[in-house]
């Protein structure tokens, strides 16, 4: 079974403070994703990524892929109260299933 | 806009009663997925289903079992509801190709009393 271990589980910081999230695996996605999840909504797409080594940007959210494509991160500059969510690294396997990591909680402080 | 339709936002069962939870998608999707979201747990794969009358066991499939009679309608069943299958339950759907975006409904609270 192909795992994502997501780190933190938790994170609680002040707007206007940097954070980076992790998504780590022991195996090679060919792709990865990263989704948000507000209180009461199923999570939505804010990136797929693709190459090994490839860095996407959002407006503040920066997302990279690492080289060997096992691991990528999640940077959020000047967090602002509005980027309060649950955020899920995602990656599918070879027969096509969306595996999810146990995601992270974040919430910003005004 | 697209759509991935749960039909009940919250639920409540007793031990033991057979449970239907149904998803239907608008965009002519090929994959549906059923995970269950619990705290500090992520999603978890319960089924994936990539065409009409086939499907995969996911992670967690114990308990479970699906139906796709219909392209758009993908149902999961829980044959004899336990306090254990209390917890979120999402639907999403997407096209077959790796790098494509999965939609999700919004999502059945389920509790099981």
């Known amino acids: 079974t192909q795992l994502l271990e997501q780190s933190p589980q938790f994170l609680s910081i002040q707007e206007g403070e940097n954070l980076t999230v992790y998504c780590n695996s022991s195996?090679?996605?060919?792709?990865l994703q990263w989704y948000r999840q507000e209180p009461g909504e199923g999570p939505v797409l804010l990136v797929t990524?693709?190459?090994?080594?490839e860095v996407k940007k959002l407006k503040r959210l920066t997302f990279q892929f690492g080289d060997a494509r096992k691991d990528s991160s999640l940077h959020i500059t000047a967090a602002q109260p509005g980027d309060t969510g649950l955020y899920l690294c995602a990656g599918r396997n070879q027969g096509g299933k969306l595996i999810f990591g146990q995601g992270t909680e974040l919430s910003v402080k005004p | 806009d697209v759509k991935v339709t749960q039909s009940s936002r919250y639920l409540v069962k007793r031990t033991g009663e057979k449970v239907f939870l149904e998803c239907v998608q608008d965009?002519?999707?090929?994959?549906m997925f059923w995970y269950r979201q619990d705290p500090g747990l992520g999603l978890r794969l319960i089924y994936f289903?990539?065409?009409?009358?086939?499907?995969e066991k996911g992670d967690i499939p114990e308990g479970y079992s699906v139906s796709r009679e219909k392209k758009e309608r993908f149902s999961l069943i829980l044959e004899s509801a336990s306090t254990n299958q209390t917890s979120m339950y999402l639907c999403?759907?997407?096209?077959?190709?790796?790098?494509?975006?999965?939609?999700f409904g919004q999502g059945t609270r389920l509790t099981v009393v």
């Open positions: 195996s090679v996605f060919s792709s």
């Open positions: 965009m002519d999707h090929e994959n």
């Open positions: 289903s990539y065409d009409v009358k086939m499907k």
């Open positions: 999403a759907s997407s096209p077959p190709a790796p790098l494509t975006e999965a939609f």
């Open positions: 990524v693709v190459t090994g080594g």
